[in-house]
């Protein structure tokens, strides 16, 4: 054959590493952008880094961050700055080997105890000894253990009570509340713009839902403090509802997703293919029943993970809570009560004048990397959830 | 169906006959009740934003009770002359403020702008010009003097002193006028009561104050700009670059599917937490960087990191994800044939890219790029975390400078116990809204142009 | 030294593969200069994907992997060192589908000339391009207007100018009328026929009466049972359509197979 003979001919120049004007040109200028552009996309990569680097730094130094507690005791004689042994008043608190205690700026470290008598360790932690005089006050120290604070119920910086569920309770009421708010609301808008509604009425109620979610949440916890709250106050009585509650915050969060729930559960919806809509109505079903049996159940990963980002975005949602939640930390289950969220809580400590350094920076950090991975599990999740969903209709 | 009914022929297990039209029946008026109730659903989408507008429109407009310290007409007849205080001229209105101010506090005026260009009202000119040639002039050395406007602000913000004691909102005011001055009258004697629109021109030019009265959103307005000028610079060549790397460079390798689900996960993190990022990073590591104290000439009482360019790269992060994944679609709806052409003539890849696939995907990277503007403008959160500044009074200067913002500003009236400052914030968030309904309408204008440009 | 002088491309043993899927299989052939070459053969051959690798337009497919050598002016164009943007703007290729730019008529004929650095009258290179893909007539009044502006028949001439302006030695083109009407397909294969007289063009078809009526060469590929394409003859067209060697040949081109 022609084309096995062409092979055969000898082509000297095969190797020749002449390649003359087909030699590949120098591209700095393209080496250069592309680069540029591949340090674009790891910009992203160092945004998460900084988050969870900061976030977790500070949380770290708010589970190190020493705190002195009174004891209500004193030295009963005063030392100078190489003694280490002395006697202490009797009354006040109960003190342990190990315990690091302060007298005025110097830090001693307790070795051990014979009734009122210490032995200490003296000048730890970079301090000097020095002399002290009769009466001193003695402090502990003492540290935000894991235990108190995914634990404790009650949440006072002022009195070093750092017990995260009371944050983390008015969370979960507010996001409960918007979620049985947008859940049946917005899943119900996505039924009827995808199976039902004429393509007038979807022409007026996208645009709608767009609006709804392009209006800034400040302006919402505006409607939620100045609407909301008056109306609930009318229905339930001035003295069962407080001026800030949950309830209204929560409600109002969840007219805020509304349009998140509907849009994704209808990309969900639209995603089932149509032959399935038409294998049901070739069975004789009702247009309802082809929608929500067949439909429905088609589309329920894409609709699960809807929900589940919903979820987050009420968890992570600030103003509205901010405003209209309450402003103080509250362990309560009543939705008419003022309660703190996490988020709430973390803008108005921000809000004041806050010193880097002091326990209430640290705990708003220790506060975001709960919110950050309480979040960033949810959303893996729903991404888990729709690319298990892709595979099956792409 | 009966198994042994005498009237049934065949059986076949489903209902037949009368039995089969009065299941039919049930089962469409079970479908008719149910897409009742999903055409409800799609209402309270519709109820709650208009309950929203009407709540707004509500406080921003309405009947306010005035009292006043004195009264305008007092202050006309204090200086002997006639009619209505708006009409005197600026003569007569200074005259009013020597009047009824302290010197000291007339002084004090006249230092921060002259009442006259050749003359002075309450300095004399040889103390005046010394100030003015002292290392520290006053800043009414090199400004020109007041006009009427301004002079005729003072005697009401120094004199009359009008203060707001109650509000009402718009429905109360329209519909049940008559009870509401009756209240007035006898809550206040002695008030004025007037309808009054708290968005006003002179709302948008006013700065900050402290009393309602008198404040404004000009500075939060200039606030806004600024950041999102600072947001947009950082976001758009950042987002579309990265982009552009996804879409046309990277290839399937660990780190590049590690960037896209990066960027997904990040599009999915509550906004309050870049805040706290800027606060770490912006604020507090990179203060000599964003106190704008390395670049010299910053007031030392303001260098610290919180400042314009700090929050409008905190939001500029915060859009970055919404960018990148808005003008990856974009490129992606760029058909091959476009790029297979350029190359076929011989055209190197950012050729290509720059000729031919960015200018088809403009429309797209642009719409995507308003939408997540107008959604930096209206964030909030982060921006108190970053540390706005509640009460600015001067207009921001720079990258560097101290700001607040339109709904820093909202926030902080909302979060005021008196309603005025509830009305005010109406009123702000009316401003607010205008400006994001006319970001959006342009858009869709770009989108329009391009699209039409394009085919 | 011999380069291939008296052919304008060579290849030996040429192998393409797409991820595991070989879809081109061992292929060695030369193209005679200024002459027409047709590849023909049933779809899925690989015909197209081998016209592909002539000017290495499949490096832009990520899985995409070739083998063995393409010779051009006797250097191999995927030896590493070469170019694959200088081999493109010598070797240009018209796509199946029209692609005009979404530019006016004007900017499409010299913006390949313009990237690749033409320093002569682009008003000249315009109208001689334009003249050559026989469009002058109709378009000299309208240069500004969008390409996309014109008929399809139109559009593809269109993108014929825009290859040669950039002054190609051969131009591949892939089922160039395979999406216009009768009379604008006639047009086409006139002006193949002009342009072989400055050019040498290698053409992928699938219309074997076109084959035979315009081209100087045929090349006809099948596939394997691995449904990899291979070559299965390469002659001159007459010979190869009133007399063919092989079995498979004769029964695509009566009609039999394919």
Known sequence: MEGEMATTSSLTSRDSIDLGELRKKPRIGETIIQSLLFLCGVISILTTIGIVYELGKESLAFFTHQMWEQTNKSLTVGIDESVTTFEVSRSGGVLEVGDTLRLSDEIVMVSSIEGTLLTVERGVQETAAVPHSAGVEIFRGSYVSLVEFFTGTEWNPQISKFGIWSLVNATFMTSLIAMSVALPVGLATAIYLSEYASLRARSILKPIMEVLAGVPTVVYGYFALTFMTPLFRSWFGVDTVQIFNTASAGVVVGILIIPLVSSMSEDALHAVPKSLREAAYGLGATRLETSLRVVLPAALSGITAAFVVAISRAIGETMIVAIAAGAGPAFTFNPFDSAETMTGHIVRISGGDLSYDSIDYNSIFAIGLLLFFLTLSLNIFSQRVVARFREVYE | MMPNDPNQELETGFPEGTDLEKYIIKRHRTGVGLKLSFQMATLVGIIALTALLYNITNQAFGLVAVENTIPPAEVVASIGATGELQDLSKDQLIEILQANISTGLGRRFERDQRFYEDSYAFDTEAKYQASCASAEPAAGCSLPARDRDNVYQLVLSEVVEPEVVQTWSLMDSLFSRGEVLAEAEAKYPGSEVYFRSWLTADFLQRPQSSNPEFAGVRTAIFGSLWVIFITILFSFPVGVGAAIYLEEYAGASFINRLIQTNINNLAGVPSIIYGMLGLAIFVRTLEPLTSGALFGGVDPTTANGRTIISAGLTLGLLILPIIIINAQEAIRAVPSSLRQASFGLGATKWQTIWHHVLPSATPGILTGTILAMSRAIGETAPLVVVGASTFIVVDPDGPFAKFTTLPIQIYQWTSRPQDEFRNIAAAAILVLLVLLLSLNATAVLLRNHYSRRAA | ?258
């Open chain 3, 1 to 258: 030294m011999s380069t291939n002088g008296e052919y304008a491309l060579e290849t030996n043993n040429l192998n393409v593969y797409y991820g595991d899927f070989q879809a081109v299989s061992d292929v060695s052939l030369r193209f005679h200069k200024q002459a027409i070459t047709a590849l023909i053969g049933p779809s899925g051959c690989g015909k197209s994907t081998a016209l592909r690798s002539f000017n290495r337009m499949n490096d832009l497919v990520d899985i995409a992997r070739v083998e063995g050598e393409v010779l051009f002016r006797g250097r191999n164009i995927y030896h590493p060192q070469v170019d694959p943007v200088e081999i493109r703007r010598r070797i240009g290729m018209v796509f199946q589908k029209p692609n005009p730019f979404p530019k006016s008529i004007y900017d499409n004929v010299a913006w390949g000339a313009r990237i690749n650095g033409y320093k002569g009258s682009m008003d000249e290179l315009v109208e001689q391009s334009l003249r050559q893909a026989a469009l002058w007539d109709e378009v000299k009044d309208k240069l500004q207007q969008s390409g996309l502006s014109l008929s399809g028949g139109q559009q593809q001439r269109l993108c014929i100018a825009r290859a040669i302006a950039v002054k190609p030695e051969i131009i591949l083109m892939d089922e160039p009328a395979s999406a216009l009407d009768p009379i604008a397909t006639l047009r086409i294969e006139e002006l193949i026929q002009e342009l072989k007289k400055n050019y040498t063009i290698i053409i992928v078809t699938h219309n074997m009466q076109q084959a035979a009526r315009s081209s100087d060469y045929t090349a006809f590929f099948t596939v394997n049972e691995d449904r990899a394409g291979y070559l299965v003859e390469y002659d001159e067209t007459g010979k190869l359509f009133t007399n063919p060697k092989h079995e498979l040949t004769e029964q695509y081109i009566t009609g039999r197979f394919g």
